[in-house]
């Protein structure tokens, strides 16, 4: 049995199942239908990076792992803190600190439905969802988003994949998706005093199938394989509307994609010119090369969390209060927040509301130019008395160098590193995808970044770190949530429908990862300068 005390002096006790992590124990406890001890916390889910986890152990702590050390320090490691996802659920008696939930905002756009019907939007993310109430016109009514409910489970897709593939593992995420349309469902019908008669769930391939219950092992391992590639209507559960599935066009590309090229083409100044790029960034990566109305060309490379702010020292998802961007200003680094900066603490010094992936990326470009950062992503000293001032604040944290950028927050070498890779897999997509169809950069009409990165992230900034050639930074576009945007207009306009149902016959996928220099090419890209 493990004993819980928690920050507002509740006992709990759980009986946690065989092969689970403490975290994971702790992430599925539910009592009597009140919402989970860790609903809506950012979870790295096992790869010991956020330290959101953490738990004080009141008796036998545990012998600490090296990622706790250099995460909590070792005051903390002698304290009894240990970080609950590197250890096994075993009988245990622990406390839980208050839980860093991330905000889940939402905005009520309009009153009353026009006809009483009312639909509903869903953009299924690994990491987050967003939605949106419409009304029978397609005007939207209400909107929000907030944390995918699988993410103690998993934080990127094979991890996800890997926990469905458990005994019970793919009805406890299903149930966990269900849970959640469930719940938004009564919410916008109480909002807006009609039934919901209807979804549209826009999602990658594996969060479909995880939302489905469908078996995962196609998908799992290699050769990967869609058994089902959506484009049809289904019935969640008995007391949820039917729900149409946009089609998925491979196995790492869905129905997200299928619906984001339904919004770009029926945008209301009309389809793009071809040749152009769609790329849908956010733990996976997925991308479109549209050649002509006949030909696409599809590519994904897993990115992980850290554009969705999971898995990184510091990283938040966007919220009030969170870091979005820095600014080198002549007496340092100015740290730019979203809506407000954060609330003095108990303690005076402020609470660390954190960094989210776009603000990782800023405050990298930023370092990069003040040349604190070189083109391996390694931390130097440079000759600039701005530069020096900066790399003052390089230290050694638990193995490995840090860098103190002021609020109470550190970059570590590690973070560094995942940003690195994040470029790395982008660079390469986006380079054999032109590569394979013969185009140089320029001949791209458009660039449209959807997803975590696409929406916020600062064009310079990506150009700086080499996920972009120079030369392309004058025809991107800020796309937005077009998924979200694609399954709106799938509900309310037939003729999108008919046209998304005819895209996977004009799709052909480039397996990156699948080809025999995969590897090299991606090491060859993990350098922040952009490589053809």
């Known amino acids: 049995m493990i004993r819980i005390e928690t920050h507002d002096a509740q006992a709990v006790e759980l009986r946690p199942e ?7 124990a702790i992430f599925l406890f539910r009592k009597d239908g009140l919402a989970g001890l860790w609903d809506g916390v950012p979870l790295c889910a096992g790869l010991g990076k956020c330290g959101l986890c953490r738990v004080r152990y009141l008796s036998e702590p545990p012998p600490p792992a090296a990622e706790e050390l250099r995460r909590l320090g070792r ?6 803190w240990r970080l609950s996802c590197l250890h096994p659920a075993t009988p245990c008696h622990i406390e839980l600190p208050e839980p860093r939930r991330s905000a889940r905002p939402r905005s009520a756009i309009t009153g009353t439905p026009a006809s009483g019907a009312v639909s509903l939007a869903v953009d299924l993310g690994t990491t987050s969802i967003h939605w949106a109430a419409l009304n029978a016109t397609g005007e939207i009514l209400s ?18 994949l890997a926990y469905a593939a458990k005994s019970g593992g ?11 349309l469930r719940a938004l469902v009564r919410e916008a019908e109480a909002a807006h005093g009609a039934k919901v008669s209807r979804l549209c769930v826009a999602g990658n391939s594996a969060m479909t199938y995880l939302l489905l219950g469908l078996p995962v092992e196609a998908l799992a391992r290699a050769p990967y394989r869609l058994d ?21 066009l491979a196995p790492f590309v869905g129905a997200d994609l299928s619906a984001g090229l339904a919004a770009l083409h029926f945008s209301p100044g009309g389809p793009p010119a071809f040749p152009y790029l769609l790329a849908d960034l956010g733990t996976n990566g997925e991308f479109v090369l549209a050649l002509s109305p006949d030909e696409y060309l599809l590519a994904s490379v897993p990115m992980g969390p850290a554009l969705e702010g999971v898995g990184l020292r510091h990283g938040r998802t966007a919220a009030p209060g969170a870091v979005r961007a820095f600014v080198l200003t002549p007496v340092g680094l ?9 609330l003095p603490g108990p303690d005076g010094t402020g609470e660390d509301a954190g960094i989210t992936g776009v603000g990782y990326l800023s405050l990298a470009a930023t370092l990069l130019r003040a040349g604190v950062l070189d083109e391996s992503g390694r931390f130097v000293v440079p000759a600039t008395p701005l530069g020096q001032r900066l790399a003052r604040g390089l230290d050694a944290l638990g193995g490995e160098q840090a860098l103190d950028i002021g609020a109470g927050l550190l970059l570590p070498a590690s973070d560094v ?15 054999r995808l032109l590569a394979e169809s013969g185009l140089a950069p320029g001949a791209l009409q458009s660039v449209h970044l959807a997803g975590a990165m696409g929406e916020h992230a600062d064009i310079a900034d990506l150009a700086a770190l080499g996920f972009l050639p120079e030369s392309l930074t004058g025809r991107v576009r800020r796309a937005g949530n077009t998924s979200l945007a694609g399954a709106r ?14 895209l996977p016959g004009r799709c052909r996928t480039l397996d990156l990862t699948s080809e025999p220099d995969f590897g090299s090419l991606y090491v060859e890209r993990m350098v922040l300068r952009h490589v053809a």
């Open 489 to 502: 207009l799938l509900l309310t306009h037939p003729r999108a429908w008919d046209w998304v149902l005819g």
């Open 75 to 80: 005051e903390a490691v002698d304290l009894g």
């Open 228 to 248: 089902y590639a959506g484009g049809d209507e289904r019935q969640l559960a008995p007391d949820l509307p039917g729900a149409l599935i946009p089609p998925l």
């Open 170 to 180: 793919a009805e406890t995420l299903s149930r966990l998706l269900t849970d959640r």
């Open 143 to 160: 909107s929000g988003q907030g944390l995918n409910p699988q993410m103690g489970l998993g934080s990127e897709v094979m991890s996800r």
């Open 18 to 24: 065989a092969g689970q992590t403490l975290a994971q």
């Open 334 to 342: 100015r740290p730019e927040y979203v809506e407000r900066a954060p």
């Open 417 to 431: 590193e995942e940003l690195v890779k994040v470029k790395a897999a982008f660079n390469l997509a986006l380079s």
